[in-house]
Nanobody, 126 residues
């Protein structure tokens, strides 16, 4: 049974940093793309970043490029989202996901991911 478990959310002041973790278990993810998404109540899910488990190629939404960094630790079967220079508009629930998107253009499409974590709240105060 595949499980993705997020941790690391919390409350931080604007300009601060947080690191989210997603521990993955239940299968090998060599052929998978691991992603981070965020979604506020009543709003559409938004792609944040993705990383290919094999090779480590990374992809970012324009809104976070240069501020957020996605990475993975193969030995720990865990991937991360380092968030720097946080803004109040980054406040929302963050979800990690694992899937096999058909192409690079699909990496930002939530429907291409098969497994999801339970979410972790990030709150940035102004």
């Amino acid at each position: 049974q595949v499980q993705l478990v997020e941790s690391g959310g919390g409350l931080v002041q604007a300009g601060g940093s947080l690191r989210l973790s997603c521990a993955a278990s239940g299968r090998t993810f060599d052929s998978y793309v691991m992603g981070w998404f965020r979604q506020a109540p009543g709003k559409a899910r938004e792609f944040v970043a993705a990383i290919r488990w094999s090779g480590g190629s990374t992809y970012y939404a324009d809104s976070v490029r240069g501020r957020f960094t996605i990475s993975r630790d193969n030995a720990r079967n865990t991937f991360y989202l380092q968030m720097n220079s946080l803004k109040p508009e980054d406040t929302t629930m963050y979800y990690c996901a694992a899937g096999t998107p058909y192409s690079r253009s699909s990496y930002s499409y939530g429907g291409a991911y098969d497994y999801w974590g339970q979410g972790t709240q990030v709150t940035v105060s102004s």
